[in-house]
Structure formats: structure tokens, C-alpha cells
């Protein structure tokens, strides 16, 4: 059973700082890339960051200089450094496990944490 644990979010004024984390059990974590979405009331889901299972890192122009992925193979977790924090930052934010081969795509989503800045 596949199975995320999300932590980190909270209320914070706008330009502090959350370390979101998200722990995964259930698949092998290191052959997946690994994503932070977030999805704010009345908005799209919106990627936001990407950590590769080779490590390569990617961020959607929003968050450049703000947002840092990482991953820690050996506790199958994903973090999201977050700095400098905006209102339009406030949302859900939510983990996703991907993995493609030629056959099948394996898609696999945490529960969320809720990131609320505001002073």
C-alpha cells in the first residue's frame, strides 16, 4: 500500500519560511521523479518544483530563487524549502511519486498540507 505523509505547512507571514516534507512508503522511492504541486481555492494545480530520480531539480518560474527540492533516498523523503514567502504562495500543497516506463505510468499523490501566508 502506497502511502505519503505530509508535514511542514502552517500560517506564516510573508517573507518567512517552511521546510514542507513528505514521506513515502509503499514504492521504491528512489526510481521515482518526485513533485511538490500546489492548488490554491478557485486555481489550477500548478507544479511547482521537481527532484528527478537522478537528482536533476526543476522549478516552475514562480518560485525560482525562492523554492528548493531535495530528496533524501534513504528516508524516502521529499522536502520543499520555502523562502521568502507570498501571499500568493497560500495554498495546498501536495506531493507526487511519477514514474513512466513504456508501459504503464505509476502517479501517486499525498494528502496535502495547507500553507497559509498572511499577516
Known amino acids: 500500500q502506497v502511502q505519503f505523509v505530509e508535514s511542514g505547512g502552517g500560517l506564516v507571514q510573508p517573507g518567512g519560511s517552511l521546510r514542507l516534507s513528505c514521506a513515502a512508503s509503499g514504492i521504491i522511492f528512489s526510481t521515482y521523479d518526485m513533485n511538490w504541486y500546489r492548488q490554491a481555492p478557485g486555481k489550477q494545480r500548478e507544479l511547482v518544483a521537481t527532484?528527478?530520480?537522478?537528482?536533476?531539480?526543476n522549478y516552475a518560474d514562480s518560485v525560482k530563487g525562492r523554492f528548493t527540492i531535495s530528496r533524501d533516498n534513504a528516508k524516502n523523503t521529499v522536502y520543499l524549502q520555502i523562502n521568502t514567502l507570498k501571499p500568493e504562495d497560500t495554498a495546498v500543497y501536495l506531493c507526487n511519486a511519477h514514474r513512466a516506463t513504456a508501459r504503464l505510468v505509476h502517479d501517486y499523490w499525498g494528502q496535502g498540507t495547507q500553507v497559509t501566508v498572511s499577516s
Open positions: 527532484v528527478s530520480s537522478g537528482g536533476s531539480t
